[in-house]
Every structure is written in structure tokens, then in C-alpha cells.
């Protein structure tokens, strides 16, 4: 069984200031995800990473997947209310036809 | 360009009571999943479709029945509704085995 971590659970922050997420699996895995999630919303893909040491962007938001592929990083650079949500990682092993999520990390932004 | 649509919204069973959760896709997607969602757990998946006619297990099965006789629907069915079963109830789809998920917006379920 695949384990998924993500740390830290809870995040509250100030507008303004920069944050890293992590997400750390037991296993390697062949991709991982990035969602958000909105108060009574499903998450939404932010992003996928499938090659390790791969660097995205996406505005604010930075992905990094680890060089093993067993970990990856979110860095938000000068945060935003409306960054406020559950941002829940996901992975795929090789050959499996569905995603495995971690618990997320709640995170709040204050004005 | 409705994507995964969910119905009920909202539901309260009382305990025994059956239902069905309703999950639909407009976009052509092969595969459907079904997960629930429990406070500060993530999410965890109950079943999965790979195609019409084709179902198997997620992490946790116990309690719920699905089928998919059409691409476009994969109904869950809970049959004797236990307190244990309250949660909100996720439906997703994917065109490939391999690509990103679309969620519908979740049945929040409660069982008194």
C-alpha cells in the first residue's frame, strides 16, 4: 500500500507572506498531481508532474517533483486570500489505472 | 459544457434506508470513479470503471454497489445506510487510465 503524507495539515498565513506545501510518498511513483479545493466544490487539477527534478509554474505557484520522484512541493509566493482552499496532492504507480490521494493541507490566508 | 454532474446535493438517510447517488459525464471519459471524502481524510476511493460494463474495487467497498451499463452514468448504490457512512461523496472522470480526474461538486450524505 501506497502511503501519501502531506505536511503541514492546517496553514494560516497573512496576505503577502510565501508558503511551502509537501507531499511524500513511500513509493516511487510514475506521476503526481496538484489539486485545489473550495468550500462544497470538488478539487480542481492544478497541475501534473511526471518527470523527476521537473520545475513548474503556474502564476504564484511553483511545483517541484522530487529528483526520486517520491516527493514534490508547492511554494506559493505572496499569498492571496483567494489562495485559500484544501490543496490535496495524488499519485499514480506504474501500470495503475487510479489515482491514490493524501489527506491535504488546509490552508487560509488572512487579509 | 455541464463536465461531471452529482445529484442529490444534499441527503439525510435514516439508518437502514437505501439510496442511489446519481453521477453523469458529458465528456466522452472512459474511466469514473466514485470516492468519499471524511473530515480532515482526504479522499478514498470505493469504486472504479474502466468502461461500460466494467467495475472493480477501491480501498473501500464495503457497503456500496456500483454499475456502469452506459459510458456516460455510474450510479453508487448503498443499500443498508450505517452512521459510519456519513460523509461527502465525490464522482470523477478521466479520458485515459493516465490523465488528470474532473470532479463533480460532491453529495454531502448524513445518516441519523
Known amino acids: 500500500t501506497q502511503l501519501l503524507e502531506q505536511s503541514p495539515q492546517f496553514l494560516s498565513i497573512q496576505e503577502g507572506e510565501n508558503l511551502t506545501v509537501y507531499c511524500n510518498s513511500s513509493s516511487v511513483s510514475s506521476s503526481l498531481q496538484w489539486y485545489r479545493q473550495e468550500p462544497g466544490e470538488g478539487p480542481v487539477l492544478l497541475v501534473t508532474?511526471?518527470?523527476?527534478?521537473e520545475v513548474k509554474k503556474l502564476k504564484r505557484l511553483t511545483f517541484q517533483f522530487g529528483d526520486a520522484r517520491k516527493d514534490s512541493s508547492l511554494h506559493i509566493t505572496a499569498a492571496q486570500p483567494g489562495d485559500t482552499g484544501l490543496y490535496l496532492c495524488a499519485v499514480r504507480r506504474a501500470g495503475a489505472q487510479k489515482l491514490v490521494f493524501g489527506q491535504g493541507t488546509r490552508l487560509t490566508i488572512n487579509p | 459544457n455541464a463536465g461531471v454532474t452529482q445529484t442529490p446535493k444534499f441527503r439525510i438517510l435514516k439508518i437502514g434506508q437505501s439510496m442511489t447517488l446519481q453521477c453523469a459525464q458529458d465528456?466522452?471519459?472512459?474511466?469514473m470513479y466514485w470516492y468519499r471524502q471524511d473530515p480532515g481524510m482526504g479522499l478514498k476511493l470505493i469504486y472504479y470503471s474502466v468502461g461500460a460494463g466494467i467495475t472493480d474495487k477501491g480501498e473501500v467497498p464495503n457497503g456500496y454497489n456500483v454499475s456502469r451499463s452506459t459510458t456516460e452514468d455510474f450510479p453508487l448504490r448503498l443499500e443498508l445506510a450505517a452512521p459510519s457512512q456519513t460523509s461527502v461523496y465525490f464522482c470523477?472522470?478521466?479520458?485515459?487510465?493516465?490523465?488528470?480526474?474532473?470532479f463533480g461538486s460532491g453529495t454531502r450524505l448524513t445518516v441519523v
Open positions: 465528456m466522452n471519459h472512459n474511466y
Open positions: 470523477a472522470s478521466s479520458y485515459t487510465g493516465v490523465g488528470s480526474y474532473t
Open positions: 508532474v511526471v518527470t523527476g527534478g
